[in-house]
């Protein structure tokens, strides 16, 4: 469980993120304010889980990695940049509810079912800054169509990464217990630590 | 001549820029990705490097990446298949890492900048570290050691460097080889220690003070130091492959008892207030702050054996040095009184984020190439900010919603109306002012100019408050900062008043003292005007300011002494639990926003919660 929580600190922290990078980008302060309270409410998120995770699990101390890739980087892709997050809200949504059914942890159970329903305040949210942004209905419904392709475009490259790691690790492994034997005891030299010159310093164990 | 430097991929990435032998900037990765030591490529520091200066990668005549990829990856094969069958998980891992992406660095460097194959070369490890260890500190001539995790195979360097005419001869003497790494050490106790690995360091120094080093000789088994200054690490008590996760053998366990369990608490306070409520260690809390206190022993006595080796070996009265270790202040203070140096010299940033300025300056001090510019380095050369567009935005944005994004874990703030106050050129008029909110017992998070280079908050990015009044101080720790109790505060003094504080120094303050580099004890004369920031043993990791280090810094501190007899300041990394430094306006509001920090100056605009 605490694995999983950290996880989801870490992609609502990247979300963070992603609004603070996208408000930097606002030439209106009154968009730039409306970016940095959602990187706010997207940072509370990210705490609350570490919150739920420290409680659940104390003792886990990975912090997991996060690579970032800002999704703004035009302040004309705002539209576009809000549909992508749109979508991701409504992903979430529907993650969250699954996982508040499948916890056992009631902490746990809590926080999801909370953050279901932000989430769905903030995909409504999103809405509405995406129709100021881009003006009509039909380009907002063309951008969430574009970004949903997209997150299905992702989710398939994932697939096949996720594939080619397996691979990769199997072949790997294979190398290392073909090969490994031969180079073992080479390597095992290489590594050896060398004795100490001046040794009689030592004090009495 | 205009070159950039890279390090990447072990821990806290970096680039620096050096245009015509002057240091223009240089940034850690984890500053614009707020992931703390983010060791990944430093994309986003050399885009900043070059786009703000209107360069492409075309305009740069080199590209040099701090290490050696390919002999670094001789030494992740042999550490994996040493252990055969064991760590066939790690070999996998670490294959896929090397293969598919860290072996090609240069070839990434080249693409990435669109610069031509021949321009991007490599400096070794530890020759980068040497490089930045001397040339920044503007000695002639000195003894270099640099002292690391690893980097190719090399742990430990012990060498003389020497400049004339721009041209850096650097001469290695000796090293030690991997896996008898001081660095690596200490960092396996730190995670025993409950702990995390290559970051948390400094808890495990802190937590020392609270022991007694009861398992020396336990711990000299497994660093052997000898009387020539040498030393031998035994890796029968560690497996340094799994750092991170569990690398102490049943051998260590059976000798020292069980590691500590991350997260349990630590009851151990740097200060107390009276009539608190404490809990009294339990015997296994106490043998943690033990076996801290033995680690920290043995780690000092290698450094002192390999300083005065260093001291023998080149007969010089200076000493640089760098490498992670070198951030061990506690054991640098001793170098102070305990080796023949006079003068000891460690650059802002003595880890592998500086170590890509240092590649730099080897590869300038090769070709003849180093000017005066490129020999004083201070810490503040990253990026600065227009808070303008951040201070419009609240003008759209009332504090009234804040408090839905209140830090979990934090009671509930006290109503506030926002006041923001711009005072232009008026220095004067925004030092008075926040003088004010500091004896008033405020906590002041102050932003100013470029951020620094390095892991200390200098008076740039630092959180500031009253360094007398011990309830402010737990006042930070628990609702701002989330700090362990144990972790003691440090404070800036301007340089007028160091002696009055450290008496020792009536010689000369060391150059150690600058940048908070070294632990001493202060003088028990004004413990009452500093009892905040001073560790459970009289002692304290000072900062010294001078108006020329930080001009706007030094004034704030000298107003604040006018008030309070001493000018001096408790000083903090204005950062929120696990987040690195801020970088920028907006992240500075963020944790004033979402914490009990009372005041946050941005540039020349002071904001103020005001409660109601």
Partial sequence: ?205 | MRVLGVSAHFHTAAAALVDNGTVVGAAAEERFTRVKHDPGFPERSIRWLLEERGLRGADLDAVVFYEQPHVKFTRVLASTLSTFPKHHRSFGSAMKRWLGDRLWTTNKLSRLLDVHPDRVGVVVHHRSHAAQAFVGSGFDESAILTLDGVGEWDTTGLGRGRISDGTLDLEILETHRYPDSLGLFYAAFTTFLGFRANSEECSTMALATFGEPKYASVVRQILKVGTDGSYRFDNSWFDFVSLGQAPFTRKLIAALGPPRVPGTPLPFESFRVPGSDTIAPTEDHQRYADIAASAQLVLEEAVLGLANRAARLTGSKRLCLSGGVALNCVATARLLHETPFEDIWIPPDPGDGGAALGAVQHVLGENGLLGPACRSIGPYLGRSYDPGPTLDMLTHMGPGSWSAYRQPGLPPAAPYTLSVERLGDDDDGLVSRVVDDLLAGRIVGWFQGGFEFGPRALGNRSLLAHPARVETALKLSTRVKARAPFRPYAFSIAEADALRAFPQWADGIPYMARWMQVVVPVSEAVHDQVRATLHIDGTTRPQVVSPADNPLYHKLLVAFGQHTGLAALLNTSFNARGEPIVSSPDEALMVFARTDLDTLVLGDAVLRKVYS
């Fill in chain 1, 1 to 205: 469980m605490g694995p999983m929580l950290r996880r989801f600190a870490l992609i609502e922290a990247d979300s963070s993120w992603q609004f603070l990078r996208a408000a930097e980008r606002m030439r209106v302060s009154g968009s730039r304010a409306q970016m940095f309270l959602h990187a706010m409410d997207e940072a509370h998120q990210s705490s609350r889980f570490h919150e739920v995770a420290r409680a659940v699990d104390p003792t886990s101390l990975r912090r997991g990695e996060a690579k970032r890739q800002a999704l703004l980087t035009d302040p004309n892709g705002l539209g576009d940049f809000l549909a992508v997050v749109a979508v991701a809200d409504a992903e979430k949504k529907q993650d969250y509810g699954v996982y508040a059914k499948a916890s056992v942890d009631r902490r746990a159970t809590a926080l999801f079912e909370s953050l279901q329903r932000e989430e769905a305040e903030h995909a409504a949210a999103t809405r509405e800054l995406m129709q100021s942004a881009l003006g009509s209905q039909q380009q907002v419904t063309a951008s969430l169509k574009r970004a949903w392709r997209q997150r299905l475009w992702d989710g398939w490259r994932r697939v096949g990464a996720d594939t080619s790691d397996v691979i990769a690790s199997v072949l790997i492994g294979i190398v290392f217990f073909l090969a490994g034997p031969f180079f073992a005891r080479k390597a095992r030299a290489r590594v050896a630590p060398s004795p100490l010159l001046a040794p009689h310093a030592l004090p009495e164990s």
